[in-house]
C-alpha cells in the first residue's frame, strides 16, 4: 500500500506501509477418551452427541435425578453400526431379568452400562477401534424416544 502525504509547503513524501498478517489456525480436539454423560429424571441424557478417538475408553453415566432405578432407571447401551435402534429397544422392553440388556442382542452391543436410579453412577471402559458413528440408547422400557444419541469416532 503506497500512501501520498503533502505538507503545505507543496513537498510530497511517499511513505510505503507494509503489514504482515500471521494467521494462527486452532485445531478444535473435543475428542477425549474419558466421558462423563449425565441422565435425569426428565428422561434426558445431558448431551445427544460424543466424540471420542478410535482406542479405550473410559465412560461414566451418572443420574442426577432423584427417582430409583425401578421407576426412572437409566442405563447408557452403545451400538454396533447397523443396528436397528426401534428393534433392539422393543426386544430389550422386554429383558426386565437382565436389566434390559437383552441376551438374544448381545451381538449388537460394543459396551453398556449397568442399570442406575437417582444419585447413582456407573463407569465402564471399553475399546472400540472402528472409526464411524455408533447409536447410544437408554434401554429402559419408554426411554428410548427421549433417550439417544450418537458416538463418533474419529
Do not use: R, W
Not at 442382542?105 to 447413582?120: F, P, Q, R
Not at 477401534?129 to 463418533?152: N, Q, R, V, W
Amino acid at each position: 500500500t503506497i500512501f501520498a502525504l503533502q505538507s503545505c509547503g507543496g513537498k510530497t513524501e511517499k511513505v510505503e506501509e507494509t503489514t504482515t498478517t500471521e494467521q494462527v489456525v486452532e485445531v478444535e480436539d473435543n475428542a477425549s477418551n474419558e466421558i462423563t454423560i449425565e441422565s435425569n429424571d426428565q428422561m434426558q441424557y445431558s448431551t445427544n452427541e460424543l466424540h471420542v478417538k478410535a482406542g479405550e475408553v473410559t465412560l461414566t453415566l451418572k443420574h442426577t435425578g432423584n427417582m430409583e432405578k425401578a421407576v426412572m432407571g437409566h442405563n447408557l447401551v452403545i451400538l454396533k453400526s447397523g443396528t436397528d435402534v426401534n428393534a433392539f429397544g422393543a426386544k430389550a422392553a422386554e429383558a426386565k431379568a437382565s436389566d434390559y440388556i437383552p441376551a438374544s442382542e448381545e451381538a449388537s452391543i460394543v459396551a453398556h452400562t449397568k442399570l442406575i436410579g437417582g444419585g447413582e453412577s456407573d463407569t465402564i471402559t471399553f475399546t472400540i477401534s472402528e472409526p464411524g458413528t455408533y447409536d447410544y440408547i437408554c434401554s429402559f422400557p419408554g426411554h428410548l424416544a427421549l433417550m439417544k444419541g450418537k458416538l463418533i469416532v474419529e
